[in-house]
C-alpha cells in the first residue's frame, strides 16, 4: 500500500487501554479522516494479536498500518511498514526483512542532513520534531520550523511533523513544509472521529503551499 502525499498521520495512544479500545478509536480516527495510522506502544501486551487486528481494519478502509519501532513485529503482523528511530534498526535492515514495497518512515527530529541520508538509504519519509510541547513526548528536544522550510528545498520524499500538533498550529507546519501532520493526544484524547476531523480544514492547496525561504 502506498504512502500518502499529505494528511493526518495518526498515531495510536495505548497507554492504560485495552485492545478494544485502541481498535475502536482507531476506527473513529479513520472514519474522521486520518489517512495513516502508527500502531505505537511503549509497553505491548499481546502486541502481535492487536497490530494483525489493526492492520486488518485499515486495509478494509485503504488506509496504510504502521508498526513504530519493530521490524521483526511488522513482518509478523503483515503490516504496510515501519517507523525507526535513531536506535531502532538500519534502513537496510528494515527494506531486507519487509520488502522492497514497504514503507520505512525515519525519524529526523531537527535534522535535515539525517533526513537526507536516510532518503538516500531509501526511506519513504521523513518525520520531524516535536515542534510544540508534547504530553506524549515531554522530553523529546524541540524542533525549528526553519527545519521544515529547509528540508522542503532538500528533499524529495514526503515530510512527516510530530509534536504537540493541534487543529490551532498545524497550519503553520503545512505552508513550512509539511506534508503530514501525526498526531497522537490530539486525536485520542478525547472523540477521535470528531478530532480528526478538526484537522481536515488544514489540508487545503493553500496551506500545503510551502511557505517562501527565509528573507
Known sequence: MRFPAYGLYAITQTDNKSGDTIINEVIAAIRGGAVVVQYRDKNPADALLLARELVKICHQH????????????????????????KEDGAIAQARKCLGDDAIIGVSCYNFVERAQDAEGQGATYAAFGRFFPSSSKPLAAPAKIETLQKAKLLLNIPIVAIGGILPENGAQLLAAGADLLAVIGGLFDNQPEQSARSYQPLFNRQNRIAAPENE
Open 62 to 85: 485503504d488506509v496504510p498500518l504502521i508498526i513504530n519501532d519493530d521490524i521483526e513485529l511488522a513482518a509478523k503482523a503483515g503490516a504496510d511498514g515501519v517507523h525507526i528511530g
